[in-house]
């Protein structure tokens, strides 16, 4: 069972990433930088973040994943001493692409590693996936969140002690723990069925490798959920410091939405067949169109001042919105990786795939929203991501109803 400690790894490693960004751009906010100098931290970390993924595409194995996330640990660590030297906002840029270099050591070659741990032939792909999600969107959910606290009670300098010593502690864990990834024989790394039950009641297997390779799919929904997520990362900072929201507020509702994110992936643990279906895959991206919209009309002049509950009703839709929204990337990350790791002979490249396609995303919308929002207003850039999501999603009908009329079986 102490293989399954494997999955604190992406826990912390995005704690150290999101109290990084979180840290980084609420400084520049704090400065009165544009909304497009504070998209530009993400926009670092994303250009260099596709980079790397294209390099490491060819090179990570399962015989050298532990050793370069080892390497990326320590480059996690070297990062935090670096953003307390320095504090030009072109050095926090440059900084961020080395920390960006640092995540695409950490994240790709972990997915292959988790797979060469997995060693179940039954439930091992939706399991490691769910986890995996659950594990990363958790970190996620913590790092702004306790950097909210440390940075309005404490300093932001000891954000980066904290991300530090998480660092080496992390690759002092993937040394102990690797020694669970010796017995990746091909049966465990590419599993194509899954079978679970309870109480010795056995379900039907599914035979994944039979069904219809939907990963480009994924990239669609996911490239459109990934650009709808920056709305949230980029506007929040420069959101929190016009209606002067506490920083432990800001990190608050970045977390949440990453903490539900966390439990919807935690939460299809034991789906088996949701992935290749319209009514639920559709579901959810009605979740992110919701989220979206709630969130361009808590940022409405006409909610000042109206309070319920003791509480801002500005702040109460940033809260339910991005509850809306964490549904939707739950179920998209966890698309994401099921499909790559399910197929029998291309993971290690659509893994490569899936985090470019993040990469990009994260130069993408960044871009897009910051520029909405100097040019326009903060409303702009949330109608703009809606239709986006909506285009996406209405692909998806039409072709997964073409899928279904052509194969003449429809998955219940």
């Given at each position: ?13 995005d ?7 979180f ?29 790397t ?175 709808g ?75 000042d ?47 490569a ?26 409303a ?11 285009c ?12 279904s ?8």
């Open positions: 069972m102490t293989r399954f400690l494997i999955y604190l790894f992406p826990a912390l490693a704690v150290i990433i999101a109290a990084a960004m840290v980084c751009s609420n400084r520049l906010a704090d400065a009165g930088r544009s909304g497009t100098e504070v998209a530009a931290v993400f926009i670092a970390w994303a250009v260099m973040y596709v980079v993924n294209q390099i490491l595409a060819k090179l990570v194995t399962s015989h050298n994943a532990a050793a370069l996330l080892i390497v990326a640990n320590l480059l996690f660590s070297a990062t935090a001493g670096a953003f307390v030297l320095f504090d030009g906002i072109w050095e926090i840029y440059a900084i961020m692409g080395v920390l960006s270099v640092a995540s695409a050591l950490f994240f790709l070659p972990f997915q292959v590693f988790m797979k060469a741990v997995e060693p179940d032939q039954h439930q091992g792909v939706v399991r490691s996936a769910a986890i995996y999600i659950f594990a990363w969107s958790m970190g996620y959910a913590a790092g702004p969140f306790v950097a909210g606290f440390i940075y309005q009670w404490l300093g932001w300098q000891w954000c980066f002690a904290l991300t530090g010593t998480l660092g080496l502690l992390t690759a002092g864990g993937v040394q102990l723990l690797k020694h669970h990834a010796k017995h990746h024989h091909a049966e465990a790394i590419a599993p194509s069925q899954a079978r679970s039950g309870r109480g010795g009641r056995e379900v039907e297997a599914v035979n994944y490798h039979a069904m219809d390779d939907l990963a480009w799919l994924g990239w669609v929904i996911g490239g459109a959920g990934v650009l997520l920056y709305l949230f990362l980029v506007l929040l900072p420069s959101v929190g410091v016009t209606f002067a929201m506490p920083k432990s507020q800001v990190g608050s509702i970045v977390a949440l939405l990453y903490f539900v994110q966390a439990s919807v992936g935690l939460g299809l643990l034991r789906s088996r067949t949701w992935m290749f279906r319209l009514g639920p895959r559709t579901a959810f991206a009605a979740f992110g169109i919701l989220g979206l919209a709630g969130f361009g009309v808590s940022l409405l002049p006409a909610l001042g109206i309070e319920i509950f003791a509480m801002p009703l500005r702040t109460l839709g940033l809260y339910a919105s991005v509850v809306c929204y964490g549904v939707f990337s739950g179920s998209f990350f966890f698309g994401l990786v099921f499909h790559a790791l399910v197929h029998p002979r291309r993971s290690a490249r659509y893994v795939i899936n985090e470019t396609v993040v990469g990009l995303g994260g130069v993408a919308g960044p871009v897009l929203v910051g520029t909405l929002a100097d040019r326009f207003n903060s702009v850039p949330a109608a703009t991501l809606i239709a986006i999501v909506a996406a999603a209405i692909l998806q009908i039409v072709m997964l109803r073409k899928r009329q052509d194969s003449g079986v429809r998955i219940q």
